[in-house]
T-cell receptor
Framework: QQKVQQSPESLTVSEGAMASLNCTFSDGTSNNFRWYRQHSAKGLEVLVSIFSDGEKEEGRFTAHLNRANLHVSLHIREPQPSDSAVYLCAVSASSGSWQLIFGSGTQLTVMP | ETAVFQTPNYHVTQVGNEVSFNCKQTLGHDTMYWYKQDSKKLLKIMFSYNNKQLIVNETVPRRFSPQSSDKAHLNLRIKSVEPEDSAVYLC???????????FGSGTRLLVI
């Protein structure tokens, strides 16, 4: 069964410095990877969806996927205090599965 | 506005009561889901529903049941709630295959 782990649990960066979040998964046959952001007591906001190895950029958010290494990362360029939130990595349960398996999240704090 | 809509936002009830949460999507998707998010922000899939095919996560207690009238609606009923059911319940929808995965803003349940 797909297992997803995120690191670090929490991360504090200064405004303008690059923030990097990591996610590892156990089943490399998955083909659906997403990064979500959740502000306190709010719903999930999708940041980047990536379906093949390599890099995918959406504005200030860039995801890197390496299925051979069972790793997907998220890099946030020029983070702002409003980016402070919980960031969740989600991976499809298996190849072609519609169900997403989530990591436990990284709490990002951006200091002004 | 096209999105996933959930009601109510917040519900407080006593142990043993029955509750029902509504979810409607106006995105034209054909697959809907219910996820549970616990106090540590961990999200777990409960159900997925597509073309009248229901997939149930085996860890979901039998007091939980999804109810669908058409592909735009998937409600969640909990018979006889228990304290451990206190959580945020998130509804989502997607196209078949998992593309365009969109979440609602969630229903927060507190069982006292």
């Amino acid at each position: 069964q797909q297992k997803v782990q995120q690191s670090p649990e929490s991360l504090t960066v200064s405004e303008g410095a690059m923030a990097s979040l990591n996610c590892t998964f156990s089943d490399g046959t998955s083909n659906n990877f997403r990064w979500y952001r959740q502000h306190s007591a709010k719903g999930l906001e999708v940041l980047v969806s990536i379906f093949s190895d390599g890099e995918k950029e959406e504005g200030r958010f860039t995801a890197h996927l390496n299925r051979a290494n069972l790793h997907v990362s998220l890099h946030i360029r020029e983070p702002q205090p409003s980016d402070s939130a919980v960031y969740l990595c989600a991976v499809s349960a298996s190849s072609g599965s519609w169900q997403l398996i989530f990591g436990s999240g990284t709490q990002l704090t951006v200091m002004p | 506005e096209t999105a996933v809509f959930q009601t109510p936002n917040y519900h407080v009830t006593q142990v043993g009561n029955e509750v029902s949460f509504n979810c409607k999507q106006t995105l034209g998707h054909d697959t809907m889901y219910w996820y549970k998010q616990d106090s540590k922000k961990l999200l777990k899939i409960m159900f997925s529903y597509n073309n009248k095919q229901l997939i149930v996560n085996e860890t979901v207690p039998r007091r939980f049941s999804p109810q669908s009238s058409d592909k735009a609606h998937l409600n969640l009923r909990i018979k006889s709630v228990e304290p451990e059911d206190s959580a945020v319940y998130l509804c989502a929808s997607s196209l078949t295959g998992g593309s365009d995965y969109t979440f609602g803003s969630g229903t927060r349940l507190l069982v006292i």
